[in-house]
């Protein structure tokens, strides 16, 4: 852990930071997310209490903005999970198994990389309501193809290993061998692409937004911020800027960071 | 080459009927149908119409209709935009789509494979950091940020070009396209330099440095050539994405491409115009990578018979 820690680079300290700020923001904001101040619609930046000023129907910017990256985050890291579960299931599978059932399993998921998902994602959405839990698993279920690839690759490299063969010889049981000699050793790489997952993931949960089709109000992310605020850019440029860039800022950190752990790992 | 062609042809048509089932079935899962509008329709009426459009025969009935229709070319009325079949909707929205699709893709090669050649030649300088920053930069760039924010500045603060619509000329283009090709151009620059950096460390560039020959010669003629490969197995991927982002694009400037219709026609519960756009989208995206793989036999020779 201390290893972990000391690999924690600047970019995902100012993540951290953005999140905590998220976190501690409503608890000492004068205004809530969806609370209308009826004296300030369309207030400009550092009026009164509103520091980023308001939107189009009087709603503090500041604070949408923490409930947005709140939301948007929760989302990512819970739909980075599920393909994680997913990935590691399926990829450590194939590449125990080996054989067929690895030649099988990995030609569906060259299958499904080249198809049009994102569009079986929209009609999901459309189709079975706009659930917040929906969300995450239906972004979850496509984001796990690049893990499920490491994986085997990781799993198919440690099987010729000695210590994995000594395990075999002295007759231990598949079920702990996977658990207490695989799975450790590939928590590093698995690790590195999930951080490169969550960038992945609150594109796609920005962009389901963005289409109105993501998160419903009254809770807020940042895609529909973005969205509110491209609706509204000619009287109001803030409303587009000031998510934009925070959701740019967060996408550019991850991507940095997983790309560093990555590099590190493999 | 022609086998490799067949061959995917052959594994292209239970893909494309894969997803056009699925998608069929779960459009048909929805709740509510075409015929919602603001005012209900009298329940005659909305039997009369289920009647006129098969939807109350079997769904798997149904479901053999529509394939069957398909496989001659014809992709049905559209429930919605009732005076239009989709194959006219979508006659209307695919040039679009493909014109802002293509040049993006040629935009994106264009810039990532220069960015990426110019950083490996530099490799390990300041150049070569700056480039690879700013690639990892774009790739984190998502369209429906960067769309509105060009907008925001080149339409609405410098006024140089439209904001929304298809104008008059080719300027409607620059905007859409480059908020579409920059999340790419920054993945194929850092593929680019990448591959460069291992092929240059191979035996035939060292021959060919031994042999005196110019370094943009062995640059161009025996570096970049397999330092491509990766390039080529990103493509098909890549015009996925493309794709994807094009629905974005065509919302934020206001174009008909086939991507609004597809969102449009999924709220509207129109099913044939999704399924349509969905049947479209799938081919182009298999036709790309039957493409793309055919650069990569061109590209490494090895791989022709793979």
Known sequence: MRRLLNRVHWPLWVVLVLIALALILPLVSPWTYDQIDWEAVRAPAFSGSHIFGTDEIGRDRLARLAAGTQVTLMVAIAAALVSLVVGIAWGATAGWVGGKVDEAMMRFVDALYALPFMF??????????????????????????????VVRGQVMALKQRPFILAAEAAGTPPRTIILKHVLPNIAGVALAYLMLTVPQVVMVESFLSFLGLGVQEPLTSLGILVKEGADD???????????????????????IEGERLRDIFS | MLALVARRLMTAIPTLLAIILTSFFLMRLAPGGPF????????ETQAALQTAYGLDKPLWEQA??????????????????RDFTVSELVAQGLPISLTLGGLAIALALLIGVSAGLFAAVRAGKAADKTIMMLATVATALPTFVTGPALALL???????????????????LIMPVVALALPVS????????AGLATVLKQDHIRTARARGLPETKILFKHGLRPALVPVASYLGPAAAGLLTGAVVVETVFGLPGLGRYFVQGALNRDYPLVLGVVTLYATLIILFNLFADLIYGWLDPRMRDG
């Not at chain 1, 000619?234 to 967060?250: A, H, Q, R, Y």
């Not at chain 2, 053999?64 to 935009?81: E, H, K, M, N, T």
């Not at chain 2, 920054?186 to 330099?193: N, Q």
């Open chain 1, 120 to 149: 079986i994602v929209i009609l999901l959405m459309v189709i079975f309501g706009r659930s917040i839990l929906l969300v995450f698993i239906g972004i979850g279920l496509v984001e796990w193809l690049t893990m499920a690839r």
């Open chain 2, 186 to 193: 920054g993945a194929i620059a850092k593929l680019t330099r």
């Open chain 2, 154 to 172: 080149f339409g609405l603060w410098l006024g140089l070009l439209p904001v929304s619509g298809t104008g008059e000329g080719w300027s409607w």
């Open chain 1, 233 to 255: 850019m000619d009287m109001t440029p803030l409303g587009l800027l000031l998510p934009g860039g925070l959701l740019v800022i967060i996408l550019v950190c991850l991507t």
């Open chain 2, 64 to 81: 053999w209709l529509y394939i069957s229709r398909l496989a001659q070319g014809d992709f049905g009325p559209s429930l919605v935009y």
């Open chain 2, 36 to 43: 919602d509008g603001e005012r209900p329709l009298p329940p």
